[in-house]
């Protein structure tokens, strides 16, 4: 299609651009562009190449950016859900006993803990990546995170792991929403549900080769530490160097990415214009964080957020305790944690990629992976304990709520434009992850081990009461694109990079649900 006085216009046929049906969607920006804030408006307004690129081009630009992107993010929080999971692991190896957590409810305010750190990083973190070189700041975040997990070995008293845990949360905080950040800084709305599916599901797919690692770590029964201290060296060690890695490869944006072309970089930003989000802006706007905090579908992805986590109480922290009283072993504990990792990584790919397929079904493919975990529950609340088999099968089909919790980052990044409102957006919804995660480790309390039943009570009613925000949350989308519609304002693009305008301000935004 090169040298056509047409406007190139994606096939409406293309998976990767079905909500893309409209000619203005890649119109050339205007000169003017210049005179705003957004980076990559600046960069579109000055290219003086060929304006349009062929389908081929865009896709073979796509596979470019998985391949830089996709792989780092992938492996990146696979590290930091391997660490989240060690204290589960290292508990039935003689943590709990050496740091005399069984009493009370030590050992669950241990898992809790790490998250009252994250809750009081995640914004301040946010918002330096958005001030600073991203790239420089996952570098620090996560060097500092590798060496503080190793510092788990070092602790003697119960006191002493709370402090650990504090700071490895604080430390941790800012990695989520900069990894949805840098996804909705990549792709676009079509795209974007499968690709935070595709980094996200680390979580799972990590807790199949974690146990392996900790099973071989935990025969070291003659060392001059206990098995579980050489777990926490082993992670920690590995996520320093890992560091590294991101410091050179790690692409923070389309605007500064390092390896493309100049035509590349010009597709790479000129595509996005379909967001209407903007791509990268270093200002902070105090007008799109009060918009935000009056936005009543920020406020229902923050209250799902916070629900959605009541279920990674006993995912993260209890599951290996809880096999492990339905009568194996610690060693057979570990590898039976193997095929829930497997099947939790096929959820947070599997339903992303259904939001992907089906545009506008979000809310029900988030709706399909809670009730799917509402059945789990209630089996594990109601089975006999000795149905060995029936309680693992439970075991393995509660973890569809994550990939739930992957499709409601993608609708935090898709909703909300200006740079500014969608990075508070992102830490906002992980503020809320949090607050989840801290209540949750409490409702399941050991003096109930290993049956746990009001903890499964809780979880049942907590997911029951997300479904049917999730419903809500999509019935306010529907109305607000129909108040648009019917006030006469057409989906379009002509003020995509103009970070000034939210989705609010924008009339031509149209929400996905």
Known sequence: MEGSDKEFKPSSQSPENNQVDDVEAMKPVSVLAAQQ???????????????????EEERKLVRKIDLRLLTLLTASYGLQFYDKTMLGQAAIFGLKTDLDLNVDNRYSMASSIFYI????????????????????????????????LMAAAACQTWTTLYVQRFFLGLLESGVSPMFMLAVGSFYTKGEQAVRQGVWYSSTGFVSIFS???????????????????????????????????????????????KGFSERERYIAIARLRTNNTGVRNTHFKKAQVVELLVDIKFWVLFA????????????????????????FSSFNSLLLYMPYGFIAGIACFGLPFLAYKFPNKRCFVIISGYLTTIAACALLWKLPRDGKGALLFSCYLFPFWGGSFAVIMGLATANNAGYTKRSVASSG???GYCLGNIVAPLLFKDTESP????????????????????????????????KRDRAGFVEGFDHAFEDDLTDKSNLQFRYTY
């Open 117 to 148: 750190g994250f809750l009081v990083g995640a914004v301040p973190a946010t918002l330096m990546a958005q001030r600073y070189p991203v790239e420089r700041v996952v570098f620090g975040i996560v060097c500092l995170w590798g060496a503080c």
């Open 37 to 55: 804030d957004d980076e990559g408006m600046k960069v579109v307004a000055a290219y003086a190449g060929e304006t349009e690129w062929t389908e």
């Open 304 to 327: 799902m957020g916070f629900l959605n986590q009541i279920p990674n109480g006993p995912g993260s922290a209890f599951l290996p305790i809880i096999i492990s009283g339905f009568g």
């Open 429 to 431: 919804l992980f503020v």
């Open 211 to 257: 146990p392996l690692i900790n099973y071989g770590l935990g025969h070291i029964t003659n060392g001059a530490l206990a098995s579980w201290r050489y777990m926490f060296l082993f992670a920690g060690g590995l996520t320093v160097v890992w560091s590294f890695v991101l410091l050179f490869t790690f692409p923070p944006d389309p605007v500064r990415v």
């Open 451 to 482: 049956i746990f039943t009001s903890g499964w009570i809780a979880v049942l009613a907590c997911i029951c009461a997300a479904t049917v925000l999730a419903l809500g949350y999509r019935q306010i989308c529907v109305w607000e694109n129909s």
